[in-house]
């Protein structure tokens, strides 16, 4: 069946750091595929989406591109800040526009000063 | 984009009893779903709440442990019913909009003591 595999957390990383956030899936099909967000006390918020190979999600100074070659949607920001500490989840949406998700494991990044 | 409203927030409840988590939605939409997310863990889909339909359930959730209602096309409840401490998580409502961007409450954390 479909799934979403993350790299296991907690990562640790200082203020201004590259911040990669592995993200692998099995899907049949081609499903949209997204980034969500869930700061601390908080509820989970998008954070970047793409649709269809080779499109790149951005936000916020975030990015992930889907990759249909190696399945794959990394995160990436090019200088992470304290406020970025968060629990991140990568997801795949099933079977076209159900609305349904399936989601990784979550990362926690933890950013320090 | 939708604003999702849940109540309660929060909810510490006795073993044996039920819970109604309330999920409101600003705007009409077809679909509503409710997820679970156990302590330190992803989010699992529990079901699909249809309107004017009996819910969708996957696979190891059932309408007994956890009955859905689906009055109108803003709203839903979901039950958690003969409460265990294994219950205990936080539950979301979700909604997807036309653009398949899925947006979530705030969450309910309910601990069964």
């Known amino acids: 069946g479909d799934s979403v595999t993350q790299m296991e957390g907690p990562v640790t990383l200082s203020e201004e750091a590259f911040l990669t956030i592995n993200c692998t899936y099995t899907a049949t099909g081609y499903p949209s595929l997204f980034w969500y967000v869930q700061y601390p006390g908080e509820g989970l918020q998008l954070l970047l989406k793409a649709t269809k190979a080779d499109d790149k999600g951005s936000n916020k100074g975030f990015e992930a591109t889907y990759r249909k070659e190696t399945t794959s949607f990394h995160l990436e920001k090019g200088s992470v800040q304290v406020s970025d500490s968060a629990v991140y989840f990568c997801?795949?949406?099933?079977?076209?526009?159900?609305?349904?998700?399936?989601f990784g494991q979550g990362t926690t990044l933890q950013v320090k000063p | 984009s939708a604003v999702i409203s849940q109540k309660p927030s929060r909810d510490i409840c006795q073993r044996g009893t039920s819970l109604t988590i309330q999920c409101q939605v600003d705007s009409q939409v077809t679909m509503m779903f409710w997820y679970r997310q156990q302590p330190g863990q992803s989010l699992t889909l529990i079901a699909t709440a249809n309107q004017g339909s009996e819910a969708t359930y996957e696979s190891g959730f059932v309408i007994d442990k956890f009955p859905i209602s689906r009055p109108n096309l803003t709203f839903s409840t979901l039950t958690v019913s003969n409460m265990s401490p294994e219950d205990s998580s936080i539950y979301l409502c979700?909604?997807?909009?036309?653009?398949?961007?899925?947006?979530f409450g705030q969450g309910t954390r309910l601990t069964v003591v």
């Open positions: 979700s909604v997807n909009t036309l653009r398949g961007e899925a947006f």
């Open positions: 997801a795949l949406s099933v079977g076209g526009n159900t609305g349904k998700l399936i």
